[in-house]
């Protein structure tokens, strides 16, 4: 089945507006997840990760919230600005054993801002 | 900052011929990746190597193969090229199992 993905393909905010990109996955197994932001033409660029014995980081205007309980993570953008407008993807570490060694990456959400 | 690099950046090319993507990075990084995306989609994993004279196939079935002859070198290649190759091609490297730097990508057109 999926080990990763996003609720939503797209999410349309207003400039300035906070932003909540969510994602769900299903090895409970996974101890380390990370957020990427990708913008047209370029590789993903790592934002903020999180490890399972956590529920929360803070960087700078991000926010990453794990819950466990559910096998969700989402990422929060405060006071979303132009450049935030890009593709941003999850990606979980699940234990080795399972196949190819490394993350597993969602699908994606694109983040449009308006003006 | 990431050190990864990823030549050609664009790359147009006809059915048949032959192609070698390039991948480096300056970060000592054991663990190096090669990933298929098609434009605003997911990643898959084509190859991966745990180190020098180790590669891995990723979970995508792929026809191109990798070579890892010096730590920092991880390119990619295709023997003969065809139109289903069309996609765009990111590198990446870890040192370990978790965080993974991201080269700029090489995207490639198979006419």
């Known amino acids: 089945g999926e080990s990763v993905g996003l609720h939503l393909p797209t999410l349309s905010v207003q400039e300035g507006d906070n932003s909540i990109i969510n994602c769900a996955y299903s090895?409970?197994?996974?101890?380390?997840f990370i957020w990427y932001k990708q913008e047209s033409g370029k590789g993903p660029q790592f934002i903020i990760d999180i490890r399972s014995n956590m529920d929360k980081r803070q960087g700078q205007r991000v926010t990453v919230l794990l819950n466990k309980t559910v096998k969700h993570l989402s990422l929060q953008i405060a006071a979303t600005q132009p450049g935030d407008s890009a593709v941003y993807f999850c990606?979980?570490?699940?234990?080795?054993?399972?196949?190819?060694?490394?993350?597993?990456f969602g699908k994606g959400t694109h983040l449009i801002i308006q003006p | 900052e990431a050190d990864i690099y990823q030549t050609p950046r664009y790359l147009v090319i006809g059915t048949g011929k032959k192609i070698t993507l390039e991948c480096s990075q300056t970060?000592?990084?054991?663990?190096m990746y090669w990933y298929q995306q098609d434009p605003g989609m997911e990643l898959h994993l084509i190859h991966y190597?745990?180190?020098?004279?180790?590669?891995e196939k990723g979970d995508l079935s792929s026809e191109s193969t990798v070579s890892r002859i010096r730590t920092e070198h991880f390119p990619l290649t295709l023997e003969s090229a065809r139109p289903s190759h069309t996609s765009q091609y990111l590198c990446?490297?870890?040192?370990?199992?978790?965080?993974?730097?991201f080269g700029p990508g090489t995207r490639l057109t198979v006419l």
């Open positions: 090895n409970s197994a996974s101890d380390y």
């Open positions: 970060m000592g990084h054991d663990k």
């Open positions: 190597s745990y180190g020098v004279n180790s590669t």
């Open positions: 990446a490297s870890s040192r370990n199992r978790d965080t993974q730097y």
């Open positions: 990606a979980e570490n699940p234990p080795i054993g399972g196949g190819a060694d490394g993350l597993t």
